[in-house]
T-cell receptor, first 112, second 110 residues
């Protein structure tokens, strides 16, 4: 499969714990995006990488959130000291030059 | 990027055409119209995009009015698997950030 992959697909954690999600974009896609989606809402933009450079971070991305793309290939999204309000689907997407991004299946986070 | 307005929900019968409208009256000349859909519990799926001309691919057709203030996504022969939320998004080619609204929830009836 040559699509965007995300791991894990589901994560249940207790409040206060740290979690890390991984995204593997489509090969040769230099743009990578993270979005968050809560129940009944459309996805919301979190952050954008062009190659290894993080070019934009949404105000939604509090200090507890950090994203990296160290070698311009896969990316990780870490949430420290999780809160119940962090429960959501975290979506990764990638593209080449156009904004027509391809999305992965998402990681569903549940914070108890 | 221009805002879009879509009906909250629609339904159509299986095998019939589904026509999903989108208003984007403030669209500027260099903004594209993109359509995505999201089937329950999956990531959004790119469907089609266009600038001025009508576009067609294996999934759908996109009809953009001459004044570009509205468009219609057409699924020519809807199947039950087309039941999803459909998002219409307007953005410049130089943009990278997709701004999703609430979309249209399409229910395809057997």
């Amino acid at each position: 499969d040559t699509g965007v992959s995300q791991d894990p697909r589901h994560k249940i954690t207790k409040r206060g714990q740290n979690v890390t999600f991984r995204c593997d974009p489509i090969s040769e896609h230099n743009r990578l995006y993270w979005y968050r989606q809560t129940l009944g809402q459309g996805p919301e933009f979190l952050t954008y990488f062009q190659n290894e450079a993080q070019l934009e971070k949404s105000r939604l991305l509090s200090d507890r959130f950090s994203a990296e793309r160290p070698k311009g290939s896969f990316s990780t999204l870490e949430i420290q000291r999780t809160e119940q309000g962090d429960s959501a689907m975290y979506l990764c997407a990638s593209s080449r030059t156009s904004p027509g991004a391809f999305f992965g299946p998402g990681t569903r986070l549940t914070v108890l | 990027d221009a805002k879009t307005t879509q009906p909250t929900s629609m339904d159509c019968a299986e095998g019939r055409a589904a026509n999903l409208p989108c208003n984007h009256s403030t669209i500027s000349g260099n903004e594209y119209v993109y359509w995505y859909r999201q089937i329950h519990s999956q990531g959004p799926q790119y469907i089609i995009h266009g600038l001025k001309n009508n576009e067609t691919n294996e999934m759908a057709s996109l009809i953009i009015t001459e004044d570009r203030k509205s468009s219609t996504l057409i699924l020519p022969h809807a199947t039950l698997r087309d039941t999803a939320v459909y998002y219409c998004i307007v953005l410049m080619d130089s943009s990278y950030k997709l701004i999703f609204g609430s979309g249209t929830r399409l229910l395809v009836r057997p």
